[in-house]
């Protein structure tokens, strides 16, 4: 039975492991060819070992059966414990329907000035990406007085926009 006690225990510091140190022990493992990508992550081996031991241990010291039947049991819940784990993070990792903006959807978008645009320099607009607001550093060809409504050009960095005044 201190076998399967020891298989649970290691698979539980084998997860605590890997959640301190989030990625370094699987760039460690792949640097020396382990390759644990997909279903073979941390997470889902720490989950199998865990239920293997645990769930032998328990069949082992509730029932007459020898270590065989243990073993067998504890391979199973095993399997479920891994495959649900490989589900589970597979879901949370999923590309959902709704990406997130990227600075293409900056242009062509309206916003207003914060802080007034000289001519040869940067000034801010507040734009509102995705329904938030977010501030970006300015450049207009012609100087524009703070609290005027404008119109993005074209995203020259990740941080500012090139920007026209709104003609009425």
Do not use: C, H, N
């Not at 399967?4 to 370094?24: E, P, R, T, W």
């Not at 493992?29 to 382990?34: A, C, H, K, N, V």
């Not at 029932?63 to 095993?78: K, S």
């Not at 207009?140 to 005044?165: H, K, N, Q, Y």
């Amino acid at each position: 039975m201190s076998w399967f006690l020891g298989l649970g225990i290691a698979g539980l510091v084998l997860l605590v492991l890997s959640l301190v140190f989030d990625g370094v022990l699987e760039g460690v493992l792949d640097s020396i060819g382990g390759g644990l990508d997909g279903f073979l992550s941390l997470p889902v081996i720490a989950g199998f070992v865990s239920a293997l031991g645990f769930t032998g241990a328990i069949v082992l010291g509730t029932t007459a059966t020898g270590a065989g039947v243990a073993a067998g049991a504890g391979a199973a819940a095993g399997s479920v414990v891994g495959w649900g784990t490989w589900r589970f993070s597979r879901a949370l990792l999923r590309d959902g329907s709704a990406s997130a903006p990227r600075e293409g959807d900056l242009a062509g978008t309206s916003g207003a000035v914060v802080t007034a645009i000289p001519v040869d320099g940067y000034g801010e607009v507040l734009l509102y990406l995705a329904g938030q607001p977010v501030k970006y550093a300015a450049k207009a060809g012609v100087p524009v007085a703070r609290g005027t409504e404008v119109w993005v050009d074209s995203v020259l960095s990740p941080t500012s926009v090139s920007v026209r005044p709104v003609e009425r």
